[in-house]
């Protein structure tokens, strides 16, 4: 009896762990720097580098995937919260997460004319960004807790 205990919790923790593992996993690319990709996408924008920081801050902790693997041309619910293959409208908790950074976000700078449906890659959350912390959006103001 205390065996099939042990190979039951064995097997839930290898379920968890994989789950855990695929949500989380980090690309098949070439990590860059910043630096390197603000200069390639936003330099000659009206993004500034703060802001483009700040947005891949939030976008690394939401989405647990480190801040160089993620690429301006990734779009949500395939590169970053991509669900199960066998759950494909499904919401993962990092795309709810997302969806309620991004509503809070459009909440406290009053921007009234874009929904969340609007924001489809990280270029375009970066523009949302870069917009609202022109409008006096702040690290404060985010649903992410920053430790």
Known sequence: MIWIAMFTSLLIFAWADFAYRRRHRIPKREEYKLEEIYQQYYEKSEVLLSDFEFAYFILENIFHVPKGYIRPTDHFHSEL????????DLDTPEIEDFSLEVDNMLEQCQIENREVRDVKCVDDYVKLVSICLKRGYSQEKSTIIFG
């Open 81 to 88: 919260g991509e669900p199960p293959p066998y759950l494909p």
